[in-house]
């Protein structure tokens, strides 16, 4: 203790609020030499004061929730947020993010991404002048927020790279006497197909090493180094490939005749997208009839989806929405299926209410859900003012509907994750057979998320690979050189629809905005593409493997910024659908028609082509047709992105998903050292060698 | 053959074991989780969806070891995305409620998932842990020590995550036990230099 130096210290640093409903806790942030190493601390002001040393719990008694007047209750989300104070040792600092000048967040290198931080005085500059002491400090060169962190240990690394000669220069190759310069057109052409060949040689002799190994080298060294911003500020992407190529490997067997083809730009620009306020109780009541029928839903749909509903039209129009109600009956037809459904809830209550702890003994699928169910709504949204407390009859109610629909859906039964499907509506609907048939409107939508066999969410984890495949074929490639192209980081936000990644307000906002099927199918999976697209740049330099992803990914819950993300999702939608070129899997994703004949006939041409590989003799070897790669790495990533993919046989997802745990703590570390090499580098060598012999 | 990778974290200066944590649905595997890790407990938590982990440093014998503990959903529907997790792990925590007869039967199930999948020697380092003993208890200690002596003698341990009994002892327990493991192995190469002293 007494051998601790205070080197910096700064009142009033707040936590900023994830929304307006948030409070922001004020704090001291310090830096302390302390014996073992210099330390980075943020604690709330009131530490000392408090009988709690590690968290403060923040209280917003200001805003109350009223019972039973749902119009003129105020949107609130979970009122109670327990700030962790921060202690990082600045040997795991990885980066930290600046925006607009004085928020800062720190970021570890296992991932760990801890709350922004506002400077109420002193400023963040002051901070990281303090910070550069100790650290090397560089300026992210795609995300201008972005800082990354290195030590004296990292510098000297670096630069022990540099001297191996592994990363490329851009005047002169490493192992290469003469260096390559481009030259003409035509020269440059030859030589990059050389140089591919010479690789998919290597790869044929070793197929394992070179692939895996060259790839990873690739990835540490050159992509995503701090050595050298050379690739990105370089855009001509056949002569990247070719130094890259020509770094690595030897290049003694050229063969002649093969063709490089690259197709550039697959997508056309993505498009501004405005959204628009929510709808009104006067904007709905244009849409009714005297009758109280909706006739054109279309466009009411569509209003939803561009701006959602304000809140105390929620209760009304999520019915609907959710299939409660039907667009186009009258008021009297409402009322009379709302009577017969509310009966028809009550019988199927009763049915398990009447079942007796003997019968119960003796049933033991039943006995199973229920003790579940009885776990799962006590540690439902607990913290929300409906839910808080003992004995509180909404827990009760969250309770009764989840047995009901046991009963009503035997085989489905109740799986985790539907409670907090529920939750939501029961808060929203405050009537328990209203409640209980919108979340049946909800689990139509969404039942395949809780196939036995997982097999609903397998699918769209996959669809997720071939939608950022197409949009973002960069950082699918880094997702596949580090072990994380399974997209499993996604898995809690697509099971329950992003609610534990957001406040009550976002949530309620988000699922009515989904439940109009604007402007496709799987429109949420768009929104996890749109969610990675922000984060891209925070996971690519900071060179997060699949353990730090998946730790960020769970830290930046409940601070995403809805609105941003439902614009970038939408204009993602745009972009794709606005763009010729779109594979058919994604096409089938997102429902768009398939593609224009013409394509269609070239698109069959590829697939000969491909034929003629698998079967053809080795002058066949390398027409290696990467139509969906963009530049650097999109070829390389095709090549070796392929094999990996062959790595599972048919089963891509499970293989990658086992990949995942085979897969190492540090930095760099790659497919060479893993276990189960032996077999695995079979597979390997087979699936290679139906791809290019 | 060393079945553990001897990973060091980011600055090199402990070595990371993998710690997976198994068990029913609710029988406290997060409680636990968290209580050791940040020494607290959150009786209305949610459930865990997915995967998470955590990160604890944690001191044995003057060398500092993080474990890294992963915490995945209890429910036999997420069994085919929780179970690629389980390779590579380092030791793994066997859990039930004291409270909860059943989740005391399935031990046996997770335990046979478990060398399974993570595809793990014989000589692995379990610990069976009873959570909840500040609750009733419907499981006697007598019946989870036969259990563990008929299935390999495995070493148990009763925990409250509530009022935090056992729960760090739980973690450094099963430490010293991967410890012996790892030195017993280390040590057959070369049977009389006392390897385990210099470890
Ligand atoms: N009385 C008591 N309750 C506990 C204890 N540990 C956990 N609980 C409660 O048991 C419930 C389940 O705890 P969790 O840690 O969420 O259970 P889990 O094993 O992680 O469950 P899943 O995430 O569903 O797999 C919670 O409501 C806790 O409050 C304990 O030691 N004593
Ligand atoms: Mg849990």
Redesign the pocket.
């Known amino acids: 203790m007494d051998e601790e130096l205070l080197v910096y210290e700064q009142d009033e640093v707040h936590t900023i609020p994830t929304s307006q409903d948030d409070l922001s806790v004020s704090g001291k942030l310090r830096i302390i030499e302390k014996r073992h190493g210099v330390v980075i601390e943020w604690r709330y002001s009131d530490d000392e004061t408090s009988t709690d040393n590690e968290w403060a719990v923040i209280n917003t008694a200001a805003v109350t929730f009223t019972h039973h007047n749902v119009s003129d209750s105020v949107e609130i989300s979970s009122p109670r947020r327990t700030v962790r104070p921060i202690s990082i040792e600045l040997v795991d600092l990885r980066s930290y993010k600046i925006c607009d000048n004085h928020s800062l967040v720190l970021i570890q290198r296992d991932g760990t991404t801890h709350p922004a931080l506002a400077f109420h005085s002193g400023s963040v500059h002051c901070f990281v002048e303090v910070l550069l002491r100790y650290v090397a400090v560089k300026k992210s060169e795609k995300d201008g927020d972005l800082y990354l962190v290195s030590d004296k240990r990292q510098a000297a690394q670096d630069q022990e790279l540099a001297a191996m000669n592994l990363v490329p220069s851009r005047y002169g190759m490493a192992g290469d006497g003469g260096g390559w310069s481009g030259g003409g057109p035509s020269g440059q052409w030859t030589s990059t197909h050389q140089r591919v060949m010479g690789f998919i040689n290597n790869l044929k002799r070793d197929p394992y090493t070179t692939a895996a190994g060259a790839l990873s080298k690739f990835y540490d060294t050159v992509l995503y180094s701090d050595v050298e911003g050379y690739v990105r500020e370089n855009d001509g992407g056949e002569d990247e490939v070719a130094e890259l190529f020509h770094s690595l490997n030897g290049f003694e067997d050229l063969e002649p005749g093969y063709e490089l083809l690259t197709k550039k730009g697959t997508l056309n620009e993505r498009p501004k997208v405005e959204r628009l306020s929510p709808l009104t109780h006067d904007d709905f009541q244009q849409y009714v009839d005297d009758d109280g029928r909706i006739h054109d839903v279309t466009p009411l749909r569509d209003r939803i989806f561009r701006g959602g509903l304000h809140p105390n039209l929620r209760r009304e129009v999520w019915c609907f929405l959710l299939n409660h109600n039907e667009w186009n009956a009258t008021h009297i037809q409402r009322e009379e299926r709302r009577r017969s459904r509310e009966d028809l809830y009550y019988t199927m209550k009763q049915q398990w209410r009447t079942v007796t702890p003997d019968q119960e003994s003796r049933f033991s699928g039943f006995k199973e859900r229920r003790s579940l169910i009885e ?2 709504v ?2 439902t949204d607990r913290n929300h003012p409906f839910y808080e407390g003992e004995h509180n009859l909404n827990v009760t109610a969250l309770h009764d509907i989840l047995m009901t629909y046991v009963m009503y859906n035997f085989d489905l039964g109740y799986v ?1 994750g539907m409670s907090d499907l529920l939750a939501p509506i029961l808060y929203v609907t405050q009537n328990e057979p209203i409640a209980f048939w919108c979340f049946v409107g909800y689990m139509d939508m969404v039942y395949r998320n809780f196939d036995m066999d997982q097999s609903g969410m397998k699918q769209q984890l996959k669809d997720m690979q071939q939608v950022v495949r197409l949009v973002d074929p960069e950082l699918m490639s880094y997702l596949e050189i580090r072990d994380s192209a399974n997209f499993y980081f996604c898995f809690r936000w697509l099971l329950v629809r992003f609610k534990r990644e957001l406040n009550y307000a976002n949530t309620l906002r988000l699922w009515e905005v989904l439940w109009t099927g604007r402007p496709c199918p799987n429109f949420h999976l768009l929104l996890a593409v749109a969610l990675l697209d922000t984060e891209k740049n925070t996971i690519m330099e900071n060179k997060f493997g699949f353990t730090e992803i998946l730790k960020h990914i769970n830290d930046i819950s409940l601070r995403i910024d809805l609105d941003a993300t439902l614009r970038k999702a939408e204009a993602i939608y745009k972009q794709i659908a606005s763009s010729p070129n779109v594979p058919d899997g994604v096409r089938t994703v997102l429902g768009l028609p398939p593609q224009e004949p013409q394509q269609q006939h070239k698109s069959n041409k590829d697939e000969d082509a491909s034929e003629r590989r698998g079967s053809g003799s080795d002058e066949d070897v390398g027409s290696v047709n990467v139509t969906e790669g963009l530049g650097l790495v999109g070829v390389v990533s095709s090549m070796i992105g392929s094999a990996v993919r062959h790595l599972g046989g048919e089963d891509m997802m499970q293989a990658s998903l086992e990949a995942v745990s085979g897969q190492q703590q540090e930095e760099g570390t790659s497919h060479q050292r893993r276990d189960a090499e032996a077999e695995t580098e079979k597979r390997f060598e087979t699936a290679l060698s139906h791809q290019f012999v | 053959m060393n079945n553990s990778h001897r990973r060091q974290n980011s600055r090199g200066r402990s070595t990371v074991l993998k710690v997976v944590i198994l ?12 209580r050791f890790v940040t020494d607290r ?8 969806i997915g995967v998470e982990f955590l990160n604890k440093e944690i001191e044995l014998g003057g060398e500092t070891y993080t474990l890294q503990i992963w ?5 036999e529907r997420f069994k085919s995305l929780r179970t690629p997790f389980y390779r590579g792990s380092d030791m793994c925590l066997l ?1 039930y ?1 004291v409270d909860d007869p059943p989740s005391f039967k399935n031990l046996e199930t997770w335990r046979k998932e478990f060398v399974y999948y993570a595809d793990v020697k014989a000589d692995f380092p379990f610990l069976v842990v009873g ?5 009733e208890r419907r499981v006697t200690t007598e019946e989870a020590e036969a259990w563990c002596k008929e299935n390999g003698d495995l070493p148990y341990i009763e ?5 935090a009994t056992n729960v760090e002892a739980s973690f450094m327990m099963c430490l010293r036990r991967w410890a012996n493991i790892e030195g017993r192995q280390e040590r057959m190469p070369m049977p009389d230099t006392g390897l385990l002293g210099i470890l």
């Open positions: 776990k799962d006590n540690r985790q | 068990g029913d649905g609710g029988v406290g595997k997060s409680c636990l989780m968290n407990f959150d009786e209305h938590s949610f459930h865990t915490d995945t959903a209890g429910q859990t409620a959570n909840k003993i500040d609750l925990t409250s995550a509530k009022d």
